[in-house]
């Protein structure tokens, strides 16, 4: 599925948090969202993912306009990963997971095959199926983050949207979840701060600054030592991946 913005204006009160926004993101493609704190991604993912109304701009999923799209029936294609997501605490690692199949059953329907395979295939991908029954609450930070990316993939959707999936992770971790994102048959749209990464596993990258998009192409055309500085404030060698040909971050003391 296909996801596309148009000019998408967004605010609080007086301020302007962002200002006439346009991507397209290809059936499959993942593209990175990267920038400053307080430069506008989190907001723009929530107006994308439709949590947020946009005061100017659209959003099409597959071609329709959200705004017109039951909560429900968005759930049941596109998944949003947030920053710091919160769950009940007295609840088990399987009972979050299950969750993502909510949008799926109706209220009549038990608990068919299908949910079970998408749980225990969904806390697989993350590495978490030896903790389904473990008190949510006793999971490290880490653990949680896995976890509710599980509970976004038990969603099985066409779209996922991911606000900084790596964060509390690992190494591994951050690779693994970030190659199965890339790699599953879906169209993604991932903030990340770890410029490196963006580089890694996006197929293009949007840079956002001041609640603007001030780049987007693919990680070579985007990722110069010009932009860093401009952008981040930072010195920075560029060199180019020889094992993946995606270009490489060096910064500078
Ligand atoms: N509801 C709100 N009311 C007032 N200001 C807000 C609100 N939501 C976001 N902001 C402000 O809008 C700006 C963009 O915030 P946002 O969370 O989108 O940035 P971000 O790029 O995701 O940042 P970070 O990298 O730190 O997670 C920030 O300055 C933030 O303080």
Known sequence: MSVLARDLSWGVGQKTIVTGISLSVKEGETLGLIGPNGSGKSSLLRL??????????????????????????????????QQSASTETSVSVRDVVKLGRTPHRSALAGWSREDEDAVRGALERVDMAGH???????????????????????QTPNVMFLDEPTNHLDIHHQIEILRMVRDLDLTSIVALHDLNLAAMFCDRIMVMQGGTAVACGTPEEVLTAPLLRRVFRVDAEISCEASCGRPHIRFAL
């Open 48 to 81: 994308i993912a439709g949590l947020r109304r946009p005061r100017s701009g659209t959003v099409e999923i597959n071609g329709r306009d959200i705004s017109g799209v039951s909560r429900r029936s968005l759930a049941r294609e596109v998944a949003f990963v």
């Open 132 to 154: 389904s029954s473990q008190a949510w609450q006793t999971l490290s930070g880490g653990e949680r983050q896995r976890v509710h990316i599980a509970r976004a993939l038990a």
